[in-house]
């Protein structure tokens, strides 16, 4: 008999648990990817591991994901105890998520021959009322069993109760995304605080946990604080993408009963694989072992969707957006030039004007050749996604920018008049016109207005003029 309860208190022991008092079913995680970023995984949940994080993130996942993982717990303890704890979940969105995502998962850690914890999950998550607000929610079957042997099966406490225990327990959650780069989480597990006891009550508190997450589309961290029972623990986590398959992770965790921990991990993902490691070091609380090794694999299946909008671009969605951006600012900048050179022609445009507009023309088109479009070369050709067709996009802009060039430094200008100095009067001769002793003195038939009010008491209704009347003559 005191061997087995020397076990279970391993156990709870090895879980973060430092007192047989404690309830079971205490947080080791699920997956690599979160334990490699310290379980800091609130207000992240954008995969298959959602369903044990928090339900509502499964409203990010809008294909099917199934995903497994095994860990050996505490590696290299002086009693050569075989902890294991695993992890099995698959996800579906149904209607591509429109009407929200199923999960199913399960979860275990045992004590080989003398221990196991199993938790089997049915979790659902959904988008809700605003665009980025999640809510999910997750019934769970918690069950113990203690392993039998000559020492068990002569104790009254399991000749009387069996070596089993089952009950039922629910976990809620909800996330608020406003844009693709900030997320915030929370959730409370084991909302009704099941009773796992054989005989005597052993309640599984409930825990409460919130988070905060920054996304860029080859960085995330992730920070979270948890409050169960009377402790509280913290936790941080870092996530880089390199090369769009490869990730390196690390995080950091502590509070309560001398809980401190490191950890790692490594991830890789071609197409719809996923393989993930995390490595996880006690720095407090337990002594004499060699950390903790995680392993997992994931699945992605189904249709790929289109783009939800708390997701990044594609590479080639960002590319052939920079091109229409491009090519609508260019062909801007060809409408202009041609609605100048028309003007000129006409001769309703000063001289003096149209080459101001056009030189400030030049300098943009200078900027696009030397700058701007040089920086989008280098976007387009140092992407993956790099194609023919996008290449040639870039050549065409190019040459649309040369013509555009040439034409600007070929614009017809008209020459400026040698005018003569503008009379404070001026004697109406036979035929003339307010217009045209505009255009005679000011190189401008519009100052005909200007001309006309000065004189309002002098000229005509209608403005007319007669041979030899004088008129006051505005300044040039």
């Known amino acids: ?86 992890f099995v979940g698959v996800v579906q969105p149904v209607k591509a998520g429109q009407y929200g995502t199923l999960g199913l998962g399960w979860i275990s850690l045992s004590l080989e021959g003398a221990y196991r914890e199993d938790s089997i999950n049915f979790s659902y998550g959904k988008e809700v009322l605003a665009d980025g607000f999640f809510v999910g929610a997750s019934g769970k079957v918690l069950k113990r069993n203690f392993g039998k042997d000559a020492y068990t099966q002569m104790d009254p406490l399991f000749i009387s109760n069996g070596y089993n225990t089952t009950n039922l327990s629910f976990d809620f959650g909800v996330m608020y995304r406003p844009n ?19 005989a005597a009550s052993d309640k599984v508190p409930a825990e409460i946990r919130g988070g905060f997450a920054y996304h860029q589309k080859t960085l995330l961290f992730d920070a979270e604080i948890s409050k169960k029972d009377k402790d509280t623990n913290v936790a941080i986590g870092l996530e880089k993408i390199l090369l769009k398959m490869f990730a390196l992770r690390t995080g950091i965790g502590g509070g309560a009963r001398n809980r401190r921990e490191i950890t790692m991990g490594l991830g890789y993902r071609g197409g719809n694989l996923g393989l993930d490691y995390a490595f996880l070091f006690p720095l407090g609380g337990i002594e004499s072992t060699a950390g903790t090794h995680r ?25 052939e957006r920079l091109l229409e951006e491009k090519s609508a600012q260019i062909a801007s900048m060809e409408r202009e030039l041609e609605g100048l050179k028309d003007q000129t022609r006409s001769g309703k445009l000063e001289s003096n004007w149209v080459r101001d507009q056009i030189k400030k023309l030049e300098e943009r088109i200078h900027d696009q050749e030397t700058n701007e479009m040089e920086q989008l070369k280098n976007r387009v050709f140092q992407s993956n996604v790099e194609t023919e067709k996008m290449r040639q996009k870039v050549r065409d802009l190019e040459q649309r920018i040369q013509q555009l060039s040439n034409q600007a ?9 040698n005018l003569p100095a503008v009379p404070r009067t001026y004697k109406v001769l036979e035929g003339e016109t307010l217009q045209s002793i ?19 008491d002098r000229v005509e209704r209608g403005g007319s003029l007669t041979t030899g009347q004088v008129l006051l003559m505005p300044e040039r």
């Open 1 to 86: 008999m005191n061997k087995i309860r020397g076990s279970i208190l391993a156990v709870h022991f090895l879980a973060g648990i430092v007192t047989p008092a404690r309830a079971a079913f205490e947080q080791i995680g699920a997956g690599a990817r979160p334990i490699g970023m310290a379980n800091a995984f609130t207000a992240v949940s954008d995969d298959a591991h959602a369903i044990h994080y928090n339900p509502a993130g499964l409203a990010q996942v809008r294909r099917g994901e199934f995903t497994g993982g095994y860990g050996k717990l505490y590696s290299g303890l002086k009693d050569n105890s075989n902890l294991g704890s695993g």
């Open 180 to 198: 693709v780069n900030y997320s915030f989480g929370f959730t409370v597990k084991d909302l009704n605080q099941p009773n796992v006891g054989l």
């Open 295 to 319: 392993f997992s694999m994931s699945v992605r299946f189904g249709r790929v969707p289109d783009r939800a909008r708390w997701d990044f671009e594609e590479d080639s969605e960002m590319m």
């Open 409 to 417: 430094k070929s614009a017809p200008v008209a020459e400026p008049k």
């Open 438 to 456: 505009a255009e005679k003195l000011y190189g401008d038939p519009a100052k005909w207005v200007e001309i006309y009010e000065l004189n309002a």
